[in-house]
């Protein structure tokens, strides 16, 4: 009889616990407590993408977070088309990384009208309106620019005449896009002989970064620093420089952002001179915000990502042990 009144007592506590775990979001997975995340990713432009993509995918698994995930293709169309449907299923929460910094608010008041909390991740808007996102978790753009043009300043004191740079700008529209190319120029203001000669976008991809590369070449005779906005469009700047017979590192100089593993074995073999760290790993934090925001727990507005930099003799140090 005490034995049976025992088991009762706990059959009822743990559906008390189990209630009391709920969303805290009005549309949230009715009927059931488990977090479902609508996550709208960017698209699988560079190798940093495909990392975080991976983050984001094994820390839910991890976190018990039941992941919806799309590929927006690097289209704005696709991201707000698959937002519509997050909400539509009456997810927890949406997590997206904006592909472009405008144009969300629409879709963003439709969540908010739905009560589905969203995170930002990875990339800014550049919506005025704050109570349309819970919080945003990423890197400082700004400070990774800056980071960039600063190396190049201290690395050109000792030049003579103007040092001529080629800028391969990422995505247009985009955050990091944008805030790069600020916190870059702010920096080499400083040194007067440090010339931006041409900007153009190579849409954060190899392929985009190898086809502006050869015609900056084409066109510029000299050509002394490439400072490229990601990796990947780095990386395909030394295919290009080296189809044009010169030396990718020695000739012309070569900065890039991220630091994902065919970068920095570029930078170990002496191709890229300089690289700023992007970590893409913001899976972890992610599913730790999302958990809070949809218990209605209060989160910072803004977790910045904490990143280093690394020089050639730095990256030959860490390369092995480089987890993407
Ligand atoms: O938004 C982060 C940037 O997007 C990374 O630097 C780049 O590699 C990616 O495509």
Known sequence: MFKKSLIAVAAASMLTLTACGGTGSAAGNAGSDKVTMGFAQVGAESGWRTANTKSVQESAKTAGIDLKFSDAQQKQENQIKAIRSYIQQKVSVIAFSPVVESGWDTVL????????????????????????YKTFIGSDFVEEGKKAGDWLVNDSKSASGAVNIVEIQGTTGSAPANDRKKGFADAIQADPKLKIIASQSGDFTRSGGKQVMEAFLKNNPKIDVVFAHNDDEGLGAIEAIEAAGKVPGKDIKIIT????????????????????????????????????????????????????????????????????
Not at 112 to 123: E, F, G, N, Q, S
Request: contains cysteine.
């Open 109 to 132: 008041k439709e969540a908010k009208t739905a009560k589905i909390p969203v995170i930002l991740t990875d990339r800014a808007v550049d919506s005025s309106d704050k109570s349309l």
């Open 257 to 324: 952002i991220d630091a994902v593993k065919d970068g920095m074995t570029a930078l170990s073999n002496g191709k890229i001179n300089y690289i700023v760290e992007c970590s893409p790993m913001l899976g972890d934090q992610l599913m730790d915000l999302a958990k809070k925001v949809v218990a209605g727990e209060s989160v910072p507005e803004r977790v910045v990502t904490k990143e280093t930099t690394f020089t050639q003799e730095q990256a030959k140090q860490v390369l092995a042990s480089r987890p993407y």
